[in-house]
């Protein structure tokens, strides 16, 4: 079903996963407004979807996540919120104070101005992190909504996702100020890849400092199913849709759903290599320690981090929970998206890595010129 004279909004719309996003909007359904809504506001990316918006109009909302005026007057008179805004940490470099004011009360507020301004569908990016994996490693391979895990989220940026995923359930069927009623689900991407990643960045700017070489953090045995890009945004297009038709939104409001593509099944390091090999790049066979003393390692670190934290702000560059992630098997199936949504992957394996090497390949001389002025 098509979203055709709709107006939705897109928070975090200059971010990743959001450029991508608005610009599939644009390309797929004649929208008649997409209200961009983020933090700092590109004006050259404005200037590039100019070309390509045609009759849709296309308005800029630049400030924070927690000023509701900001958030009143993006969503009056919308029908559809795309919540992908998020304040993302993987090193806990940020306080747990900003993820929860961001990722949590940001939410909140955000739900709470859609139920005042009668918004009748609300779309909210979640993360594979909110599943795990659990401290123990417990693996899972292919699984899917309704495989049991027990896990226990300690990471801060893990459990501010989580409680916002929570608070966003939940708000499933509140009544409107209409008297309509609001209907959301929750959409968790894999490890998210493609053109415009600065993690892939990173990792390729480690490679450069380390002679072109790699460095090896998870084993390969330890495979998950990351997600390109592309495939990531069309979900949340597709969820959308499906919010829009009657019977749909009654089987998918209220429920999560995991999203990944055709992407082979490995591990993080051995997806790094397999989009960084073609410009020249190898990997380390092993990691440099085994993962045991790693673990031991980050558990003496992060106690320093305690010692250290009122004199001064240590961050560990890796902990536990990051090490876990990194080596233990956590793939899953999108196949109830497919059921419920009609979500089924536009780009391939094939397609996708072409279009992120391609990418990182153009990005290559700019990064080896920073790291030498370095």
């Not at 955000?110 to 490693?137: D, H, K, M, R």
């Not at 989580?162 to 609001?182: C, D, S, Y």
């Not at 409001?253 to 051995?270: A, C, E, K, M, R």
């Amino acid at each position: 079903m098509s979203l055709q004279g709709d107006v939705c909004v897109v928070t975090g719309a200059c971010g990743f996963l959001g450029e991508r996003l608005v610009r599939l909007l644009l390309e797929e359904d004649k929208l008649t407004e997409i209200r961009m809504l983020d933090i700092n506001v590109r004006p050259q990316l404005i200037q590039c979807l100019e070309e390509i918006r045609g009759d849709t109009l296309v308005s800029v909302f630049e400030g924070d996540i927690s000023d509701s005026e900001l958030l009143r007057r993006a969503c009056k008179g919308a029908s559809l919120v795309f919540h992908t805004a998020s304040l993302i940490d993987v090193t806990g470099k940020v306080l747990y104070s900003e993820l929860h004011r961001v990722n949590v009360k940001g939410t909140q507020l955000l739900l709470e101005t859609c139920v005042q301004e009668n918004v009748v569908s609300f779309i909210y990016t979640s993360s594979i992190e909110v599943a795990g994996p659990n401290a123990n490693g417990d693996p899972i391979i292919n699984g899917d909504e309704n495989t049991p895990y027990t896990c226990s989220l300690k990471f801060p940026y893990s459990k501010t996702k989580k409680e916002a995923e929570q608070v966003t359930l939940q708000a499933q069927g509140e009544v409107l100020q209409n008297g309509g009623r609001l209907a959301t689900c929750a959409l968790r991407p894999m490890y998210i890849y493609g053109e415009g990643c600065r993690f892939l960045l990173g990792h390729m700017g480690d490679g450069i400092r380390n002679g072109d070489m790699l460095y090896r953090t998870s084993r390969p045995e330890a495979q998950v199913n990351p997600v390109y890009v592309g495939n990531a945004a069309l979900a949340h297009l597709q969820a959308a849709r499906a919010l829009r038709d009657p019977q749909r939104r009654a089987a998918i409001g209220g429920n999560f759903y995991y999203i990944s593509d055709d992407t082979p099944p490995v591990s993080y390091s051995d997806f790094n290599h397999a989009v960084l090999s073609p410009l020249g790049f190898s990997i380390q066979e092993k990691p440099i320690l085994p993962i045991p003393v790693l673990y031991l390692l980050c558990f003496l670190m992060e106690m320093l981090q305690i010692l250290l934290c009122p004199f001064k702000r240590f961050t560990p560059p890796i902990n536990r929970q990051l090490l876990t992630m990194l080596n233990t098997p956590f793939s899953f199936s999108y196949r109830r998206a497919q059921r419920d949504m009609g979500y089924a992957p536009r780009y391939s394996w094939e397609e996708a890595r072409k279009r992120t090497m391609d990418w990182v390949a153009s990005q290559l001389p700019k990064e080896r010129e920073r790291i030498k002025v370095k």
